[in-house]
């Protein structure tokens, strides 16, 4: 009889050691779940603003474009007019190689947020 109570006094005490256990797990999982919530929404901000900055830049680039062929375009009319266009040509060549350069970086920017799961 005082085995029996001992052995039900010990099974007691280890069933209450794994609902304690188990009672631990459940928290720390709560505490993983948010966490896990909080970085999909971070992450998912962070697309956004990255895909926001594309959007951005090939806004301007396009504006850009549209600039560079305007110059090229009063270039062409002033060279016809027989006027001295040295100085935008210079202009239109500065035009024609941001132009190039944004959109360099527009791919290298479109390429790193296409590795972004």
């Not at 009889?1 to 459940?26: G, H, P, R, S, V």
């Not at 709560?30 to 966490?35: N, R, S």
Request: proline share 1%.
């Amino acid at each position: 009889m005082k085995e029996d109570f001992y052995f039900k006094t010990l099974m007691i005490e280890k069933f209450d050691q794994i609902i304690n256990l188990l009672a631990q797990i459940l928290v720390e999982n709560k505490k993983m779940t948010v966490q896990m919530d909080n970085l999909i929404e971070a992450v998912t901000a962070e697309s956004t603003v990255v895909d926001s900055a594309v959007t951005l830049i090939e806004g301007f680039n396009a504006r850009l474009q549209t600039i560079v062929d305007q110059l090229i375009a009063v270039q062409a009319e002033l060279v016809l007019a027989n006027v001295n266009t040295a100085e935008l040509a210079k202009v239109s060549n500065e035009a024609v190689l941001l132009h190039d350069e944004v959109e360099l970086k527009t791919a290298a920017l479109a390429a790193a947020v296409a590795t972004v799961p």
